[in-house]
């Protein structure tokens, strides 16, 4: 079973709750938003293309002259058999919506128009039969809505159709609702902290929101409301990232073990530990999330408890079209693989080498690094648990395995090289468990990132394998030697941008790439001949991740160090150390401590990886340096993830008074199908990002400060989904942390 989680108080508002908390408000409170009715549809006009509004996929459609025109197919026998929509809109319970839009068509026919909850039991809107002619004519309807949901959808339903036809639609309008968009965010107390908890030798601070300028007294309480220390805030004033104006509060000095609160004034944090081994749940539920979104495999009750149980995905089973003999993407090759296993990469089904490749090469320096300092690992509730093999490296060679058979086989063209990824050939919908997904899955062109990932990991792989599973490790080094040669070959196959059906992962600069390639090379096998290929080092504005990998070089090198001499080896932990020292200086300089502080201030997709990926190399100047400025920093980066940041929410499933549970996953959906389960305890949120890539953010966030640009919902994509290379920093961060008790 999951392990329990650390709190059963509150947890983080969604929308929907929140949108219900404030349209029962509006009983009383007529006037609740400034500007009511609030326009809810994105791009009616289709000025900025097609986005958000999709298609069904047997009625192509694309925005042209500011309309969006549809490929209506005959032969379908449901009005929804053939649909054009928008989802995530905003419901609030008994507030009345208009929709208004205009449409024509090629000839004369009848439509459908639907305001609805987009999830069963489908509560309704408005339901209008329409008739279209092929001039454009504007349509008009109201309806009150029943229900309070965050997940309303408009669509224009057109199956039943005897012959096929054109529809077209512009301007379209759904008004309605008092709730502004976004609604008013719950930040939770004004005391935000690290709602797990402190280690009792770790650093131990907070961070205090108020407008006043003049410190002021903080009070630990213990579970009994008794104070156990206190003392004065430290004014920081503006911090640059959320907007707020901060006070902090450092308790360091406290050993005293228990569950504590800290106030100011009136105000409480959520409840948090002090103790010496709270980390070691999160450690093992980080790891465990890997087994959750293996694929090719069932999910048993026995090891994650009968919600998250779930048949095995694309094992060539009915609906599934893959993974066991995948072809290629139609004009790209003549073949077909079995590339069974590996691991969902994020909320979709598509699977991908270069975010693969990387959280598995996590997962094995996770081990090695725990080996080195005689930490055996945790034990996980997998299968292959008790084979004698440290658990991490079971999960790890799932995904090992599957980058392996991605390599084109001898005798093909590009021989030796990798596929960069596999994916569904159209997006398919959520909520959708991985072994009633429909789609045709397609293997996509080879390209010279994925080859040298798999050049890197199975480097790793022969080196940390050696120990435990010799077979393995031999043919890790093989294929490895054989996609170097094979990049060399080829130094230019990039995957492109864009892509229908699973994203893109697309990048046109690989000398990062060949350089991390060579490091691991050159670590496990002592070959002079690959250290002239490294040509990167690691630096503080990259970091490092699955796009930028450069830096990784470096932190190959520093797991063999016995490869160089006493000058190189010396530079490797000077320039190690330069980037920990700016590292540091983010945290010391943000009124929420976080060693992720992008140059132009602006948050990026997946920002949380950034901060764990950033904290890793902390932690590994720590062991390199013996510094214990660089170990806090390293801890205290867990803070940020866990609670003390600029929305007060831990964005991690399960830890924390509040914390993140709707992220983006088409099987953790329980708040579009409540049979299904939460994300599981220990998923990581992507976190904050300025870029607004979702519908759900763009109409909820507008204006966000950087910090700021979250919203725990399904929907939001951009903010708001997991990903392996995410949770494989989270798992790496809290082993390390684990071992510092």
């Not at 280690?199 to 156990?228: E, F, H, M």
């Not at 055996?376 to 997998?382: D, K, P, T």
């Not at 393995?472 to 230019?492: G, I, N, Q, V």
Request: hydrophobic content about 35%; overall charge negative; aromatic content about 10%.
């Amino acid at each position: 079973m999951p392990t329990p989680r650390r709190r059963t108080g509150a947890i983080a508002l969604t929308l929907t709750a929140t949108l219900t908390a404030l349209t029962a408000l509006t009983a009383s409170t007529p006037a609740l938003g400034a500007n009511p009715p609030y326009e809810r549809v994105l791009n009616g006009t289709f000025d900025a293309g097609k986005s958000p509004w999709w298609s069904s996929g047997n009625t192509p459609s694309t925005a042209t002259d500011g309309r969006l025109c549809a490929q209506v197919p005959a032969g379908t026998v449901n009005p929804w058999d053939s649909m054009i929509g928008q989802d995530d809109l905003p419901l609030e319970q008994g507030q009345p919506y208009m929709l208004r839009f205009e449409a024509s068509a090629s000839r004369a026919v009848r439509i459908r128009t639907v305001v609805q909850q987009a999830s069963s039991p489908y509560p309704t809107v408005l339901n209008r039969t329409v008739d279209v002619a092929t001039s454009a004519k504007t349509f008009e309807f109201t309806g009150t809505s029943p229900v309070t949901n965050s997940h309303g959808q408009v669509s224009f339903q057109a199956g039943g159709a005897t012959e096929p036809y054109t529809l077209c639609l512009d301007n379209i309008s759904v008004v309605g609702g008092v709730v502004p968009p976004g609604g008013f965010p719950d930040y939770g107390s004004p005391v935000r902290v690290n709602q797990l908890g402190y280690l009792t030798s770790g650093p131990k601070r907070a961070t205090y929101v108020t407008t006043q300028s003049t410190a002021l007294d903080w009070r630990l309480l213990d579970s009994g409301d008794k104070i156990v220390a206190g003392g004065k805030t430290q004014p920081y004033g503006p911090d640059a990232a959320s907007g707020d104006h901060v006070q902090l509060i450092d308790f360091g000095d406290v050993r005293t073990r228990g569950t504590f609160r800290l106030a100011v004034g009136d105000d409480l944090s959520e409840p948090f530990e002090i103790g010496d081994r709270i980390y070691s749940g999160l450690r093992r539920d980080a790891l465990e999330y890997f087994y959750n979104n293996r694929s090719g495999i069932e999910i048993e009750a026995e090891y994650v408890g009968p919600q998250y149980a779930r048949a095995a995905g694309h094992l060539g089973v009915a609906p599934n079209k893959g993974d066991t003999s995948v072809p290629c993407l139609p004009g790209t090759c003549d073949h077909s693989l079995d590339v069974r296993g590996g691991w969902y990469d994020a909320g979709d089904h598509g699977k991908y080498v270069v975010n693969g490749a990387l959280a598995a090469w996590q997962l094995l320096d996770l081990h090695e690094r725990s080996a080195a300092h005689g930490d055996r690992g945790v034990a996980l509730r997998i299968p292959e648990s008790g084979n004698s093999v440290p658990d991490v490296l079971d999960e790890a060679r799932w995904e090992v395995d599957f980058v392996l058979r991605m390599q084109v086989p001898p005798g093909r063209p590009f021989a030796g090289m990798v596929h960069h990824k596999i994916h569904d050939h159209k997006w398919t919908g959520l909520p959708l468990a991985p072994a009633a997904d429909p789609q045709q899955r397609y293997l996509h062109p080879p390209s010279t990132a994925a080859t040298l990932n798999l050049a890197a990991v199975g480097a790793r792989c022969a080196r940390v394998y050696a120990s435990w599973d010799r077979r393995l490790s031999k043919r890790c080094l093989t294929a490895a030697e054989k996609a170097w040669d094979a990049a060399r070959r080829h130094p230019a196959l990039y995957a492109p941008d864009g892509g229908e059906g699973g994203g893109a992962y697309d990048d046109t600069k690989v000398t990062d790439e060949f350089s991390w390639a060579a490091a691991e090379l050159f670590a496990t096998t002592g070959k002079g001949f690959y250290k002239k290929f490294v040509t990167t080092t690691l630096k503080a504005a990259d970091g490092f991740s699955w796009q930028e990998t450069g830096g990784l070089a470096d932190l190959a090198l520093a797991r063999a160090p016995h490869r160089l001499n006493p000058h190189d080896e010396r530079e490797l932990v000077r320039r190690i150390s330069s980037v920990a020292d700016a590292y540091l200086t983010h945290l010391g300089t943000q009124g929420y401590a976080n060693p992720y502080k992008p140059a132009d201030g602006e948050y990026v997709w997946g920002s949380n990886s950034g901060a764990a990926n950033n904290a890793m190399i902390l932690a590994i100047a720590a062991d390199l340096t013996g510094r214990t400025s660089y170990r806090s920093a390293a801890l205290e980066s867990l803070d940020y993830l866990l609670g003390r940041n600029a929305v007060g929410l831990s964005f991690v499933t399960g830890y924390g008074e509040r914390f993140s549970h709707n992220q983006h996953h088409r099987f953790w959906a329980h708040s579009l199908n409540p049979a299904l389960p939460s994300p599981y305890p220990g998923s990581l949120a992507g976190g904050p990002n300025s870029g607004l890539q979702d519908p759900v953010a763009q109409r909820n966030l507008q204006g966000c400060a950087p910090a700021k640009c979250y919203v725990d919902e399904i929907g939001s994509y951009s903010t708001n989904e997991v990903a392996v290379n995410w949770n494989s920093a989270l798992a790496w961060l809290t082993a390390y942390a684990d071992q510092q008790s």
